[in-house]
């Protein structure tokens, strides 16, 4: 199961606020996730399956003891909760993860500095992880990805900078529609999306997730986002929205109007 979204009907292309300073542990965790899904791609198929169920998040693993140690697994299983975050299960699913986590994440290390914001990611994807379990206790299929610690990585960002532009692109047919959304709007959406994603596959098969996407475990992380970013976050004035530095843009902005 893959803690990843299906093809959102909304794409992140940049947002509005630039980073003061250099996102090192935004791009440690890019550098990270794929040195190991590039150790992936070294694997043959069955020992890449034996990697997701060591290493993912197994929520059966951890309700029902007895039964991991009759089908072979270790003691313990508790590191699941971090180990499952650096797992992916192919190209596109690890690409648009750090692709998101490039779009977001630098603003809010950028907010929260270095060391808080790597405890905050991972506190994020271990609740994330905790959701998916509280919700499907027993299943036997392994959740792994990187979206649950970004969903909380999102929830900080739209506490945070509320009023910043996302350029987004939603495809209406076959015509590319690039339009600015306020940060608010576009990610309480997404929110409300996973939610009732989640929502509409318990009716499914009771567990939550559907098409082996584990939305519960989008809707835990961008909770935890929400609640720890008020601990962590030291207090600040909003950064208002000006050129982002994932782009160059064609001419200056204005004068005043940036910071």
Not at 177 to 188: E, G, N, R
Not at 217 to 225: C, E, I, S, W
Not at 246 to 256: C, D, E, S, V
């Amino acid at each position: 199961m893959l803690s990843s979204p299906d093809p959102e009907p909304m794409f992140p292309l940049r947002d509005g606020i630039p980073s003061r300073r250099f996102p090192a542990v935004t791009l440690a965790l890019i550098a990270v996730n794929g040195l190991i899904f590039l150790y992936q791609w070294t694997l043959p198929d069955d020992g890449l399956q034996n990697l997701f169920y060591l290493f993912g998040l197994v929520p059966a693993r951890l309700s029902d003891p007895a039964w991991a140690a009759g089908v072979g697994y270790p003691g313990g299983g508790w590191f699941s909760f971090l180990s499952s975050m650096f797992l992916h299960g192919g190209f596109l699913h690890l690409a648009f993860n750090m692709w998101t986590l490039w779009i977001f994440g630098d603003n809010v290390e950028d907010r929260l500095g270095r060391v808080r914001f790597l405890l905050f990611y991972l506190a994020c994807g271990c609740a994330a992880g905790g959701m998916q379990w509280a919700t499907d206790p027993a299943s036997t299929v392994p959740t792994i990805g990187a979206s649950g610690a970004i969903a909380g990585v999102l929830g900080a960002y739209l506490l945070l900078y509320p009023h910043a532009r996302i350029l987004t692109l939603i495809p209406i047919l076959f015509y590319p529609l690039f339009v600015h959304i306020p940060a608010l709007v576009y990610l309480a959406v997404w929110f409300l999306l996973q939610l009732g994603s989640g929502l509409l596959a318990f009716g499914h098969d009771s567990t939550g997730a559907a098409g082996g996407i584990a939305w519960w475990a989008h809707v835990g992380g961008f909770l935890a986002g929400l609640l720890l970013v008020k601990v962590v976050a030291p207090p600040e004035p909003e950064q208002l929205p000006g050129p982002a530095r994932h782009f160059i843009y064609p001419a200056p902005p204005a004068r005043g109007h940036w910071r």
